[in-house]
């Protein structure tokens, strides 16, 4: 195991806001790190530390001299027309060959890999930026949030991927059920402290807890033994016969000592005014057909919501999640068909196109007023702005001044504040830290009335759902199992996805060799001998590889110069060879495509 970065007594401020404090900390070549803590803690500034896009104020980053990392940018790097296959051979400078095995890992072919990538979703643009990731051999992988915008199908695939990836990984994500699937180890950034645990956030958060109480009841012990110690020593110090026993007591007094326990960050509790309990049909779809006048999503939605129900809106990116919750919201109108929502339903809607046109003139403070239910005190409204990272002097703040996180936030904090029968939640958790997100299923599941919802998070829907509907094939029906079936089912699909590919690879390489049969001299000959040549350079620059990455093994654990000399001099022969062995492969591909 090698050391890939070490952090000792960092510390960085933003004006009187200090972010980090003396931190410390040491990253290895074989972690898997969840990376948790409060959102506004420092742990995207991190990051950027890292990546050597921010300095420090004090202390040192020492890193490994093979250190090289990988980040996945929410930024689109993708040029005008050009496929998944263009970006990935322009960006990572790999041959064909090689950047379409790194991506049909994740499921990129056809379409996907050969089309214009800016017109793929976001998910499968994910895809692609993972496999470019991939292709420049990082050994210290940095994700901040990358499950945001991911359907389920993507996820899994990232999480197989990032299990079987062979380096360091630090991700920084809300969704506890991603970290789980992933980190071994988690490392918390709480009041400028860097703390590494050796296991994931549901065992460390729960060790927390364990040591808290032990402590706590540590401290008890000891006060009580104080205060009989003060009071035999009050009632004897003056006596001619007990003033020694006093003076003893005394002395055991002052080894007394407590032990220090760090006041918890304040616990987020979130609470949704009740709505009367409701009876029957909430919502309404015969032979809906949803869509926009030039494109339709999907048709034939038949399907009833009852009151009280949450229900989970689920499927693949692309498929019309979205604009089915738009067009029930009433943003987009019905292409054809009836939608009906129940007698007196008063429906609140969360999402992007709703979030971004927030009233500019406002302040914080006059909006959450402006949208809270009648009788809600000021107490309340101060509650909920501070569990959304409101605290009371920045409720004077306009809204034009908000960032796009922030104006999430408000959105969100302004409709649970509301009197709504109806909540329609377009992925709520997207701005929100671990504890916030986890405070807000609770307080989903406590509401009396209905909930129509998606998410990424799979906690939270496993937490919040009692009902599931898919959009997938165009149409939208209510499927007949619970959540944890469905994710089951995806999986369970993932995973035969994975041993097809697996199977079709196989079946290519014996066609290659039935292709390589001996022919009738001539053309065909030449045809045939490049191909055997093509099959050689891709089995030699496979055993190359192979070598070169046991050598960068060897390298990472060097710890003399010589040896790392040694090491550097044995590599450079593989990367020279590796080189000629691609430039021949790519004079063999293109005479053959000819």
């Known amino acids: 195991m090698a050391t890939l970065i070490e952090i000792s007594n960092v510390t960085k401020s933003y004006g ?3 972010l980090l404090k003396e931190a410390s900390v040491s990253l290895a070549d074989d972690q898997k790190i969840g990376f948790i803590g409060r959102n506004g ?5 991190l990051l950027r530390i890292l990546l050597e896009e921010e300095s420090i104020d004090s202390g040192q980053i020492t890193r490994h001299p093979n250190l090289r990392v990988g980040y996945l940018r929410q930024h689109d790097p993708f040029q005008e027309g050009e496929s998944a296959l263009d970006f990935l051979m322009r960006d990572s400078g790999q041959p064909e060959w090689k950047c379409g095995a790194v991506a049909g890992e994740f499921e990129l072919k056809g379409r996907f890999l050969n089309g214009p990538v800016k017109e793929l979703s976001g998910g499968w643009q994910t895809r692609v930026k993972l496999a470019a990731l991939l292709l420049h051999e990082p ?3 940095m994700l901040d949030e990358p499950t945001n915008f991911l359907d389920l199908r993507t996820q899994l695939l990232l999480e197989d991927f990032l299990k079987d990836y062979r380096g360091a990984v630090l991700v920084v994500s809300h969704d506890r059920s991603f970290l789980k699937a992933i980190c071994t180890q988690t490392l918390e950034l709480k009041r400028g402290k860097l703390t590494l645990f050796n296991g994931d956030v549901d065992q460390y958060l729960e060790n927390q807890e364990i040591l808290r109480d032990r402590d706590e009841r540590t401290n008890a012990t000891v006060m009580a033994k104080r205060r009989q110690l003060e009071t035999f020593i009050a009632k004897n110090k003056a006596g001619a016969n007990t003033a020694s026993q006093a003076r003893s007591k005394q002395k055991q007094l002052d080894r007394l ?8 960050e304040s616990t987020v509790h979130i609470v949704i005014p009740q709505t009367e309990k409701r009876q029957g049909v909430a919502l309404s779809c015969e032979q809906l057909a949803i869509g926009y006048p030039d494109f339709q999503v999907a048709d034939g ?9 949450r229900a989970a809106i689920v499927g693949d990116n692309g498929q019309g999640k979205t604009t089915f919750l738009r067009t029930i919201a009433g943003s987009l109108p019905p292409l054809d068909g009836d939608l009906k929502w129940g007698y007196h339903c008063n429906v609140a809607c969360y999402a992007q196109h709703v979030y971004t046109s927030l009233p500019d003139k406002m302040t914080i403070r006059e909006y959450l007023e402006h949208e809270s239910a009648p009788g809600t005190t000021a107490q309340q409204i101060l509650n909920v702005a501070g569990s959304f990272l409101f605290k009371e002097q920045a409720l004077d703040k306009p809204i034009k001044v908000l960032s796009g996180g922030e104006r999430a936030r408000l959105c969100l904090a302004g409709i649970l504040l509301g009197n709504h029968s109806i909540l329609i939640l377009d992925e709520p958790g997207n701005h929100l830290d671990v504890e916030t997100v986890e405070a807000l299923g609770n307080a989903l599941v406590g509401f009396a009335g209905t909930v129509i919802f998606t998410s990424h998070d799979r906690h939270f829907m496993g937490k919040v759902a009692t009902d599931v509907i898919e959009v997938a094939n165009g149409t939208v029906k209510s499927y007949e199992g619970d959540y944890d079936a469905y994710l089951y ?10 041993r097809e590919a697996h199977q079709q690879s196989i079946a ?3 066609q290659q060799s039935k292709s390589d049969a001996p022919r009738p001299k001539g053309f065909g000959g030449k045809i045939k001998e490049a191909r055997k040549e093509l099959s050689a350079i891709e089995r030699k620059i496979a055993q190359l590889d192979e070598k070169k990455n046991s050598i960068n093994a060897e390298f990472l654990k060097a710890t003399s110069p010589e040896k790392a000399e ?3 001099a044995e590599m450079q022969p593989l990367v020279d060879e590796i080189g000629e062995l691609e430039v021949r492969w790519m004079e063999l591909y293109e005479f053959l495509e000819q």
Do not use: C, M
């Not at 999986?491 to 035969?496: L, P, R």
């Open 301 to 309: 939605i038949t399907l009833e919501i009852e009151h009280g129900s």
């Open 489 to 498: 089912r995806v999986k369970k699909e993932v995973a035969e996805g994975h």
């Open 508 to 510: 290519k390489q014996e």
């Open 139 to 141: 050994n210290f992988l």
């Open 566 to 568: 040694e090491l550097h």
């Open 16 to 18: 009187a806001q200090e």
């Open 257 to 264: 000592t407590l032990t220090e326990i760090e006041s918890a």
């Open 41 to 45: 803690a420092g742990k995207s500034t």
